[in-house]
């Protein structure tokens, strides 16, 4: 950037600088300590104040851009300012600590909602890549629940770490949550603190250290091969009509519809998530090549994920289409599993996990969750019967790969299909098999 030795004196003067193609430059004005202005390529002069802050931190403050702020104004502003930081003041650091409490504000409460708001641009801090939406919800809705009752009106700058102790000692003492969901709720109070040290608000994270004040393990659920026959029975038989167009009554028990058990019956033979499960669309299915394309907004992973289909896979999918013309007068429907309500919408994916876990409770199995298909399934595949290796197992399950070099990842965009379709053809089958075919009544055609 240039600079000019020439002082400016007048309008006249600031009306005659001209734009340099090369770059911007700056002029000092005349009478005004520390005062020029800064003339930009598309045009644009702005007047900038310089100083040195009481900590002896150099300053450079925006005061305004000419003509919208005459010279006379611009050398008012500059002396008011000039004045305050021989008092000790620094103008340029208070306005940009008024900015961050506008993006933050200065209760939990405002805090949180910035940081969700910041969450969905990767603005939030952390590896600044946006939270997916399911993400934020189940944070927003932990916040709402447990935090905000009792923390929502503190201002967050004075919140100190005796003050998160204790908070997080009646969480594990009264909420009657399990260890690990403790811990859940002390790290969305951890993340949003965390935002506001990336704000700069505060120096350092109260939280850290208190989110998890109970012991807890790893999940090790999973569905015995006797358990996992009794559910797959069940979704079978509340999927499929028990006469043309005609099924069996909702289970007021479990609350069983046709596509809850077929968006569970999915989940179970591709060991995918329940969100890519329930949210799965028509467009994504490639039935010629047996592969279901679920794209990066809706993995974990953030990457692009090709799942091969097997039979099984296929045949639950006919179904699907099958029901939802029944249901909806052969409505051409966006999603495999529509909201019975809207089939615009797609059914909720904690409408299912709500499902199995009353249908374990009812069959007298121990508790399990449709995470605990995945758990099973990897289980199986690589235990001395199927022999899969744990990577290609990882890459059914849609897990980031964190052996080796972790640049490799990079790199390596091999979806090992030829190697995912063998274990989930072997997964399926299993499955299948657990059940005698005398029991599974006719596939389900459209009409």
């Given at each position: 950037m240039k600079c000019s030795t020439k002082l400016i004196a007048t309008d006249r003067e600031l009306l005659g600088?001209?734009?340099?193609?090369?770059g911007r430059y700056e002029v000092g004005i005349k009478n005004a300590r520390g005062l020029s202005i800064r003339v930009y390529p598309e045009g644009d002069k702005v007047f900038e104040l310089r100083y040195v802050a009481a900590n002896g931190a150099r300053?450079?403050?925006?005061?305004?851009?000419?003509?919208?702020l005459k010279l006379a104004d611009a050398k008012r502003k500059a002396g008011t300012f000039q004045n305050e930081v021989v008092e000790g003041n620094d103008p340029s650091?208070?306005?940009?600590?008024?900015k961050r409490i506008q993006?933050?504000?200065?209760?939990?409460?405002?805090?949180?909602?910035?940081?969700?708001?910041?969450?969905?641009l990767g603005l939030h801090g952390g590896r600044k890549k946006p939270k997916s939406?399911?993400?934020?919800?189940?944070?927003?809705?932990?916040?709402?629940?447990?935090i905000a009752p009792k923390l929502c009106n503190k201002i967050f700058t004075e919140v100190r770490r005796r003050d998160i102790k204790e908070f997080m000692r009646d969480v594990a003492a009264d909420s009657g949550l399990a260890p690990s969901s403790v811990g859940r709720v002390g790290e969305v109070l951890s993340g949003i603190f965390a935002f506001a040290v990336h704000e700069d608000r505060i120096e350092s994270n109260p939280v850290t250290g208190l989110s998890h004040p109970l012991s807890w393990v790893s999940r090790e659920r999973r569905f015995s091969d006797t358990a996992l026959k009794a559910l797959w029975d069940v979704l079978v038989l509340h999927s499929k009509p028990i006469l043309p167009g005609e099924f069996l009554p909702e289970d007021p028990q479990s609350r069983l519809d046709p596509l809850t058990c077929l968006s569970a019956?999915?989940?179970?033979?591709?060991?995918?998530?329940?969100?890519?499960?329930?949210?799965a669309r028509w467009d994504e299915i490639d039935r010629a090549s047996k592969k279901w394309t679920v794209p990066r907004e809706r993995t974990k992973s953030r990457r692009t994920e090709i799942k091969p289909l097997s039979d099984e896979a296929i045949a639950i999918l006919d179904n699907a289409a099958a029901v939802a013309k029944l249901?909806?007068?052969d409505q051409n429907c966006e999603f495999v599993f529509p909201l019975t309500e809207d089939p615009s919408n797609h059914i909720d994916g904690h409408r299912v996990a709500r499902a199995i876990t009353r249908l374990c409770k009812r069959l007298g199995i121990p508790h399990g969750s449709p995470h605990d298909f995945r758990r099973t399934g990897a289980t199986t595949l690589t235990d001395e019967k199927y022999g899969f290796t744990r990577f290609i197992v990882s890459k059914v399950l849609g897990h980031r790969i964190r052996d080796g070099a972790a640049v490799t990842e990079i790199y390596d965009l091999n979806e090992y299909l030829p190697q995912k379709r063998a274990a989930l053809d072997a997964w399926a089958k299993h499955v299948r098999e657990l059940t005698p075919p005398?029991?599974?009544?006719?596939?389900?055609t459209a009409a």
């Open positions: 600088l001209r734009p340099d193609e090369a300053r450079r403050m925006k005061l305004g851009t000419y003509p919208a650091a208070e306005r940009a600590a008024s993006r933050t504000g200065e209760t939990v409460e405002q805090l949180a909602r910035a940081a969700f708001k910041a969450a969905k939406p399911s993400t934020i919800a189940n944070e927003a809705r932990l916040y709402e629940r447990h019956r999915l989940m179970v033979v591709t060991l995918c998530r329940r969100g890519e499960a329930v949210a249901l909806f007068n005398t029991q599974d009544s006719p596939k389900l």
